[in-house]
């Protein structure tokens, strides 16, 4: 669809034209009772619109182009879908319209008036990464905050198809979908990837097989990453922990990774993939039903509370194999526990909620993510730049939503903030503002 298209169905949508004017390319006035339902699927562009045409009531669906023509180039002429459109609406009538019973359409046209047009091109064509921004600080603080609220819940719902994609791949298995989640996320960004294929190579009932020892599941995680198989380490820990996972990679017929895979380079000691993993280890050891564990948590202190494990012994005086160091505690930092919660414990708790029909997961994972300082990430500081200052990780995570879910893909005329631009006098002019709601 062009951006034309696009804009025309947001003027009708939102009835931006003399509704007083508008009649047939006959001559017929036209009533618009109910501009319809957009559609954002295959089909007319409207659905279950209700018109007057003279003194005849029509209920259907409309359809919108920038000219007639393109009905035609559509296809629409010889597609039974179409057969329900009772008007069709455009800039420019080049050429009648008939449906695939040769019925004739009925046809409009309306112009986009020019201060929504200047507004549109600037928002739509702007060179920024954010095209409003030069206004935002202006938005009325309640619209601002409705909208916010509302793109929490729909990053949320997105994290939930994709979580949903998991369950079905392991047989709806909630500890085995937190589990591939939660050791992703050990992985914090740049070793991501690696520690999922960490989890995928390492099903989670092995895990679960050994949860009375933390030795064997430091073994299970450590060979299985490939980490066991650097060079020459003569410490008894390190051979002990060779020997266990031999045994048990020969026992499940395991096929480990290469532990050159693992990002180390520009890490912080306390970042290493070995640290991850032995905190990692600890958490698996001491949570036992991963998940069920989870759900029992009410809030933010006892989640809290429950992710602050310290590696074994080994790794108070080591950041890896072989090279010790003044020792100190390893506890999972709270910045680093703020990511696993916001990215792993808070959008399953919300699919759980969903998938199960009880609001009370879905308000939890919510008030979790209020509980939480913002996030801090290049995004979140443009929209700093602009005058938003988010109060918690759930308005960054709106934000991190807006960004990308509306700003990159130029999606203004869908945004709240797109539709309260296109009505100011002059988007690009930040004297001029936003209209109050």
Not at 43 to 55: E, H, L, M, T, V
Not at 162 to 181: C, G, Q
Not at 355 to 380: F, H, Q, W
Request: aromatic share 10%.
């Amino acid at each position: 669809m062009s951006r034309r298209e696009e804009l025309l169905q947001y003027v009708w949508k939102f009835g931006l034209f003399d509704r007083s004017l508008i009649e047939t390319t006959e001559g017929e006035k036209i009533e618009i009772i109910d501009a319809g339902l957009l559609n954002t699927d295959a089909g007319p562009d409207f659905f279950n619109a209700k018109i007057k045409i003279g003194n005849t009531l029509w209920a259907g669906n409309i359809e919108i182009h920038h000219a007639s023509d393109e009905w035609k180039k559509h296809g629409h002429h010889t597609d039974k879908a179409y057969n329900s459109v009772i008007l069709h609406v455009v800039e420019e009538v080049n050429s009648d319209v008939r449906n695939q019973k040769g019925e004739v359409i009925p046809q409009c046209v309306i112009k986009v008036p020019e201060e929504v047009r200047e507004n549109a091109e600037y928002l739509l064509y702007a060179d920024e990464k954010i095209p409003c921004k030069d206004s935002l600080s202006l938005l009325d603080k309640r619209l601002l905050h409705a909208w916010l609220s509302a793109l929490t819940i729909e990053r949320l719902e997105r994290k939930t198809q994709d979580i949903f994609a998991h369950l079905k791949r392991f047989n709806n298995s909630w500890d085995e979908t937190f589990y591939v989640l939660l050791v992703r996320n050990f992985g914090f960004g740049l070793n991501s990837d690696q520690f999922e294929r960490l989890a995928l190579s390492l099903p989670y009932n092995y895990i679960q097989k050994h949860g009375d020892s933390l030795f064997q599941i430091e073994a299970l995680l450590f060979g299985q990453a490939g980490l066991l198989e650097e060079g020459p380490v003569e410490e008894d820990y390190f051979l002990k922990l060779k020997n266990e996972y031999a045994f048990l990679k020969k026992k499940y017929l395991l096929n480990n990774l290469d532990g050159f895979v693992f990002k180390k380079l520009h890490v912080r000691p306390r970042a290493f993939p070995q640290i991850r993993l032995a905190q990692l280890a600890a958490l698996l050891q001491k949570s036992g039903r991963l998940f069920s564990v989870v759900l029992e948590q009410q809030d933010y202190p006892q989640m809290q509370s429950h992710f602050q494990v310290n590696p074994s012994d080994y790794w108070q005086t080591h950041y890896s194999f072989g090279k010790s160091s003044v020792k100190s505690a390893k506890y999972l930092g709270a910045a680093s526990f703020h990511i696993i919660l916001i990215n792993t414990v808070v959008p399953i708790l919300f699919a759980y909620g969903k998938k199960t029909a009880d609001e009370a997961y879905c308000g939890r994972a919510v008030d979790m993510l209020e509980s939480v300082k913002p996030e801090k990430n290049s995004i979140i500081d443009q929209f700093r730049e602009a005058g938003v200052i988010p109060e918690h990780a759930a308005d960054t995570q709106a934000l991190i939503q807006l960004r990308k879910a509306y700003c990159e893909p130029r999606k203004c005329l869908y945004c709240r903030i797109g539709h309260a631009a296109l009505s100011s006098r002059k988007v690009s002019s930040p004297s001029n503002g936003f209209p109050p709601v």
